[in-house]
């Protein structure tokens, strides 16, 4: 089991950049694909970002591409977002999730029902 904690969301002016953070607890890092969602109020929880186990693949959604990178630092059990050029549509609770691939195989994944575990968000805000 892993328990995640993302950091870093906060109030930003449209057109700037924030880092998210993840930390996961555990010793088994590495065995974990991981993601980032977002929701908006009166919104479905929506895919932003993938990431596979070695960092090696990596998805992002149409509405971000460009403008967020995933990344991961297995030996800070920490995976990250950056996101540059924020717009107040990226108004959401962010949120961390990781899917247990130790008996799995399998790169990244985009649907929140494919994931094991969630962290408890983290709320960005864009104003105009």
């Known amino acids: 089991q892993v328990q995640l904690v993302e950091s870093g969301g906060e109030l930003v002016q449209a057109g700037g950049s924030l880092r998210l953070s993840c930390a996961a607890s555990?010793?088994?890092?590495?065995?974990?694909?991981m993601g980032w969602f977002r929701q908006a109020p009166g919104k479905e929880r929506e895919f932003v970002a993938a990431?596979?186990?070695?960092?090696?693949?990596?998805s992002y959604a149409d509405s971000v591409e460009g403008r967020f990178t995933i990344s991961r630092d297995n030996a800070k059990n920490t995976v990250y977002l950056q996101m540059n050029s924020l717009k107040p549509e990226d108004t959401a609770v962010y949120y961390c999730?990781?899917?247990?691939?130790?008996?799995?195989?399998?790169?990244?994944?985009?649907?929140?029902?494919?994931?094991?575990?969630w962290g408890q968000g983290t709320q960005v805000t864009v104003s105009s």
């Open positions: 999730a990781a899917r247990d691939l130790t008996y799995r195989s399998g790169t990244y994944y985009n649907r929140p029902s494919q994931y094991d575990y």
């Open positions: 555990g010793r088994t890092f590495s065995s974990y694909s």
């Open positions: 990431i596979s186990q070695s960092g090696g693949s990596t």
